[in-house]
């Protein structure tokens, strides 16, 4: 993306909206606890002095929204082709600087939701999807993984929430009937489940199940690093020709290369591989084989596809990790797939579990045998719809959720649950 000048009107940002939304969340299990009956993001909106609007979306957590707004009034006048500048002002606003070369967590997660919508603008001022400013797509849709959970049939105690048509899964019949639907629903030729919840030999039995049921597709397992070093290999070794790769059976670079070592499955990572600074200790001991993009929290689109060019570098396989998200983020992470050569497994998404809400016009982000096909319009490709975005608004103002707690809401339910690891 270019600077200033070069025989183009220079577009600057004139303001930037911030506007957290709540939606509604199922009662999704996981290593740390349970769900709670809402999600939260924020939704960015930076208006140039032309009249282009730039699309951005991200946590909303109370301390992510705090520096969002830290930044906002520092954008107005940028050029959105600045993104150094943009750099260089997220991390003043935030009063940091970087460490051996490196910037922290928080002005990357910042930096990349305000980088997105930057993007967004670009394309709109010049034709270009985002996928094309990102150097081309090398592919005209993304697929993407079934991401199984166990769960609850509804949120327990909460009488204002209404339960989905899901039902419950808590065994591997449960997940196996839940695979079957996603399958079914979206077409998806791979099937991920979130570990971690029960015993081991459990997860381990829902996955033969699985197997039995989809013999032909990719399969992986998440506990979250809820797995000491020893049980990690011994569920490699039951799972062994069964899975696609296992993802953090354990905590850390170290204990993961000592999974690594004895399994014969490729381990993968969003836990203990999460900036670059990361990279060097990971690749020496030969910690992970695999490691999950996410332009969330790697520095943007931008710092994604450093990340691309370093897993390349050192022959690591690229994925990409999900949280909740909604259909701003969808369309980012098509886009920044379908310029990634080297990505090579498909990505995760929550977007089954949406309930149907969303702050995007219908339409554009379909799937269609597991995939996604690259929206054609300039920039991400999606419009806001602004009726929808002041519901899930009016539902954050309502829902009292204001920092995601799945420990908490846990202990709620179960006051002797403890949030540890390893567990197993």
């Known amino acids: 993306m270019a600077g200033e000048g070069r025989g183009r009107a220079v577009t600057r940002i004139a303001e930037v909206t911030i506007t957290p939304v709540a939606f509604r969340d199922p009662p999704l299990l996981n290593s740390n606890g349970v769900h709670e009956p809402f999600a939260l993001r924020a939704i960015l909106e930076c208006r140039t002095d032309d009249g282009l609007v730039g699309l951005g979306e991200t946590y909303g957590e109370l301390a992510h929204l705090e520096r969002l707004r830290a930044v906002a009034p520092r954008l107005a006048g940028l050029d959105p082709f600045e993104l150094n500048e943009l750099h260089r002002r997220v991390a003043e606003s935030l009063g940091e600087a970087p460490h051996g070369g490196h910037w922290s967590r928080a002005v990357e997660e910042t930096f990349g939701a305000v980088e997105v919508a930057f993007y967004d603008i670009a394309g709109k001022a010049t034709g270009r999807t985002v996928a094309e400013l990102l150097g081309g797509a090398v592919r005209d849709a993304v697929p993407y993984s079934a991401y199984l959970f166990y769960r609850w049939a509804e949120h327990p105690g909460d009488p204002g929430y209404e339960p989905d048509a899901w039902g419950a899964a808590l065994d591997p019949d449960g997940i196996v009937a839940q695979a ?43 506990p979250n690093a809820a797995w000491s070093v020893p049980t990690s290999l011994a569920v490699a070794r039951a799972l062994d020709g069964e899975l696609e790769y296992l993802e953090d059976p354990t905590d850390g670079i170290a204990a993961m290369a000592a999974v690594a070592a004895g399994s014969s499955m490729p381990l993968a990572t969003n836990m203990c591989v999460v900036e670059m600074a990361h990279i060097p200790p990971a690749v020496e001991q030969k910690a992970v084989g695999i490691v999950l993009a996410d332009h969330h929290y790697w520095g943007g689109l931008s710092g994604s596809r450093q990340l ?80 929808a975005l002041g519901v899930l608004a009016e539902q954050y103002e309502r829902c009292g959720v204001r920092t995601r707690d799945d420990t908490g809401y846990m202990q709620r339910f179960d006051p002797g649950y403890v949030r540890m690891r390893p567990r197993w």
């Open 308 to 387: 691309a060019a370093i897993c390349a570098t050192f022959g690591i396989g690229l994925s990409m990790h999900s949280n909740s998200h909604l259909g701003i983020s969808l369309a980012a992470m098509t886009h920044l797939a379908a310029a990634t050569p080297n990505l090579g497994y498909a990505c995760d998404t929550h977007r089954p579990w949406q309930a149907g809400e969303d702050v995007v016009a219908p339409g554009v982000l379909e799937f269609e045998n597991g995939s996604v096909a690259l929206p054609t319009a300039p920039g991400l490709g999606v419009e806001l719809d602004r009726d």
């Open 180 to 222: 079957a639907r996603m399958v079914e629903s979206y077409g998806f030729t791979s099937l991920k489940l979130k570990g971690g919840v029960f015993p081991p030999d459990e997860e381990v039995d829902a996955i033969h199940a699985l197997r039995a049921a989809f013999p032909e597709h990719p399969l992986r397992i998440d």
